[in-house]
Each structure stands twice: as structure tokens, then as C-alpha cells.
């Protein structure tokens, strides 16, 4: 397929879960005036987080680090004309290898801006 329909494909799923989440949260019969805030719920709900941010932080940095392996052995390998193309390849590469790594480091500045508001 070609990138610009798996991009297309890829928001509108991301939009479906989004939508589907809103309406599983607004039909859930809870009454939204009664929370009171704190309490067990919020804990575990930062949790959850926590652990999520744990694991796709190690699922990316995995990622990262086999793609860096390939495209190494791809450049020692390869012709002048495919080295080339490659070194063009590396920057985007390592922006997106830092932040992979730094994502943990950015959602906890988040969080911590997010909570002192």
C-alpha cells in the first residue's frame, strides 16, 4: 500500500478508538457532579500510566536500537549511491531514537505540569 493511505488508515483508527473511549466514558451511568477527586481510582489510573510509559518506552527503545543495527549493516554493505541515501535516512532516525529514549524524561515533565495546575 502506499504511506499516504496507511497514514489516512492509521488516524481514522486512532479517531475510532478515541470516539469509542469518549462514548464508553460519557454512557458509563456514572454521575459526573458526584467526584469527589483522589482517592484509590486516581492512583490506580497514574499507575496504569506509569506502567504503560514503562512499556513503551522499552518496546521502543528495542525498536530503536534494531533499526539502528539494520541500517548499519544496510550502509557497510551498500554502494556509494545507497550510503548516501542512507546518511540522508540517519537524521530523522536519531531524532526519533531520542526521543524513544527521552519519552519517559517527557511524559513525567508532563504529568508533573499537569498536576500542579
Not at 28 to 39: A, E, F, L
Not at 66 to 73: A, F, P, R, Y
Amino acid at each position: 500500500m502506499k504511506k499516504k493511505t496507511i497514514k489516512i488508515l492509521l488516524v481514522m483508527i486512532m479517531l475510532i478508538v478515541a470516539f469509542t473511549v469518549t462514548v464508553n466514558a460519557a454512557t458509563s451511568g456514572k454521575d459526573p457532579t458526584g467526584y469527589t477527586g483522589g482517592g484509590a481510582s486516581v492512583d490506580r489510573i497514574e499507575g496504569l500510566g506509569n506502567k504503560i510509559i514503562q512499556i513503551v518506552s522499552v518496546i521502543g527503545s528495542i525498536a530503536s536500537v534494531i533499526v539502528l543495527v539494520v541500517l548499519g549493516i544496510k550502509y557497510m554493505m551498500g554502494s556509494a549511491e545507497e550510503k548516501a541515501e542512507y546518511k540522508k535516512t540517519l537524521l530523522p532516525y536519531i531524532i526519533g531514537a531520542a526521543l524513544v529514549f527521552a519519552a519517559s524524561s517527557i511524559a513525567g515533565i508532563v504529568f508533573n505540569f499537569a498536576t500542579s495546575l
